[in-house]
């Protein structure tokens, strides 16, 4: 299978599919965290530097907490992303699915040190790189992944047309292919929805331009139950 | 039943859920000006709306319904789910019921890796004892001349003053111990996956450079003032270094020999049975680095401060071998 979908029974015995994060959002989320750690020690060291050894010594502690426990902090507490990943819309959970909890965030990013080697996490980017499920040593170690998490998900709306029922009978992968250009149409150009319809003239009944269309979306509205 | 149908059917419900999800927080909120809206129904009810939810979801893709909606309910199950079966409550009960007997329990149930760091830390560091008090250059193996002639520096002074430094001296070196000790010992335990090579020559090369350390300053005519420093935090110090190679080590045997496992299931088995132990040595380095900070310095009496440090060194030793004899009884 070329798709990268992990699909996860719950206990409900209902599946879930998880969609694991590749390279490149995972090494931007980093670079935004990093800018962040960066950020928060550059500030933190032009006040406490002031307190002289007093001061340092804090640093030193503040610096430690930031390398070690930012992002376990972040994915237990922030329901599973530190600030970059959430930049980039990017999730870690438990291989099954659940949020994940202490042992594993810790696990996981305690082995950044094992991902770090040799330079600038080689090892971890090759991990990554042979993973089906894009997984560095510590998610692997860890037991857990980085997937995409899109909380924005709405209802779907079909504009209302007059139902227009089809003259001859619609396979299911037919009817599915119709309700979800219905459902899209309002993401598409008029241009692009007319192009579209021009490509099933069995369905459009080789009505071209705006009719194809509008025939395409009455026949998802008969599909989806609307009748006059 | 048609998609339309099945949306007017239960589409309150789904919205319900979804102003649920919004406005019932994870966990209470700092601010206490605005006291939060009412959640749109009581908690017990969420394993009950949930499983109906996945029913949903299972209808619509069983019935072929559009993408787009099976893809809503998807959304909703999935943050259903999250909330179900987020992160179990009572972490600081969990860290207490850990520290008053697990984590002994657990390091005893580690006791071959413990010994095998134990060896790997104190073989080394008795041998060099022993070879640098014949041989004094064998010290340039693995310190250069400057490196000793530091250590020399740093231990030789006289008893004239009762602290040895400033207090902000003391946070600053608080927040050093910690950083790097502390850092240490995690990359002894991660780097254990490279087969248990890096743990083990981190344990090593510590007992090597300990070894050094001490055979020198004796040496030197400056055994009690370094005596007098390292015997109060060495028990916590030294102890957690050696869990954190017995980790490492264990972490690098899964990966030799994983058994009758996927290499990867071993490795995920042995760090979350290890993890717990990881946690724990961290504490013990930071009592060491309280100790060290603020307790070692002081130039007391130098019978006082063996006595007072050899029973901080006897805590740690004391308490992995009766603590939490009834642990998950």
């Known amino acids: ?228 | 039943m048609k998609q339309e149908l099945f949306e007017q059917l239960h589409n309150a419900e789904w919205k319900l859920f979804e102003t649920w999800l919004a406005t019932s927080p994870t966990r209470k909120k700092r601010k206490k000006d605005a006291p939060p809206p009412p959640p749109s129904f009581p908690a017990a009810e969420l394993p009950h709306r949930y499983r109906m939810l996945c029913q949903h979801l299972a209808l619509a893709r069983d019935r072929d319904y559009s993408l787009a909606l099976v893809a809503y309910l998807h959304r909703l199950v999935q943050a259903g789910h999250d909330r179900l079966y987020g992160v179990p409550a009572g972490f600081a009960m969990r860290a207490l019921r850990y520290a008053a007997g697990g984590f002994a329990a657990d390091v005893r149930a580690n006791r071959w890796w413990v010994l095998a760091a134990t060896l790997l830390l104190f073989g080394p560091a008795l041998l060099m004892m022993v070879a640098i008090r014949y041989q004094p250059d064998l010290a340039y193996l693995v310190v250069s001349p400057e490196q000793v002639a530091h250590f020399e520096a740093m231990y030789n002074h006289t008893g004239d003053t009762i602290v040895a430094r400033e207090a902000s001296t003391d946070v600053a070196m608080f927040g050093f111990y910690i950083f790097n000790n502390v850092s240490i010992s995690f990359r002894c335990f991660a780097g254990g996956i490279t087969a248990g090579l890096m743990s083990a020559f981190a344990l090593i090369f510590n007992g090597l450079l300990f070894g050094v350390v001490e055979s020198r300053l004796a040496l030197a005519g400056l055994g009690h003032n370094f005596y007098s420093f390292v015997i109060g935090h060495a028990g916590f110090e030294l102890g957690a270094i050696t869990l954190s190679g017995a980790a490492g080590l264990r972490l690098g045997m899964a990966v030799v020999v994983p058994g009758r496992r996927t290499r990867r299931e071993a490795l995920r088995e042995t760090a979350s049975s290890l993890i717990g132990m990881v946690c724990g040595l961290a504490a013990m380095l930071v009592i060491a680095a309280l100790i060290e900070a603020f307790w070692s310095p002081l130039r007391l009496d130098y019978t006082l401060k063996l006595i007072v440090g050899s029973i901080l060194c006897l805590m740690p030793i004391a308490y992995f071998i009766f603590a939490g004899r009834d642990h998950g009884a």
Request: hydrophobic fraction near 50%.
């Open chain 1, 1 to 228: 299978m070329l798709d990268t979908v992990r699909s996860v029974t719950t206990p409900e015995l209902i599946e879930v599919q998880l969609h694991p994060a590749g390279l490149l959002p995972r090494s931007l989320a980093w670079l935004v965290d990093a800018g962040i750690r960066l950020g928060i020690i550059i500030m933190a060291s032009q006040i406490l530097l002031i307190l002289g050894n007093f001061g340092q010594g804090i640093l030193l502690l503040l610096y430690f907490g930031l390398e070690w426990f930012y992002p376990v902090l972040f994915e237990v507490l922030g329901s599973g992303a530190s600030p970059g990943k959430r930049a980039l819309g990017l999730t870690v959970v438990n291989a099954d699915g659940t949020p994940v909890g202490w042992g594993p965030s810790l696990t996981r990013n305690l082995l950044r040190t094992a991902d770090f080697l040799p330079f600038l996490y080689a090892i971890g980017i090759i991990s990554i790189l042979f993973d089906k499920e894009f997984r560095r040593l510590g998610d692997i170690v860890g037991g857990t992944l980085v997937i995409y998490r899109d909380p924005t998900g709405k209802l779907p709306a079909i504009a209302q047309l007059d139902p227009i029922a089809p003259n001859l009978p619609l396979d299911r992968a037919t009817q599915r292919a119709l309700v979800a250009y219905a459902e899209r149409a309002a993401l598409l150009t008029t241009a692009r929805l007319e192009e579209l319809a021009s490509l099933v003239p069995h369905l459009a009944r080789s009505e071209s331009g705006p009719q194809g269309m509008a025939r395409l979306i009455g026949l998802a509205n008969y599909l989806i139950g609307r009748r006059t």
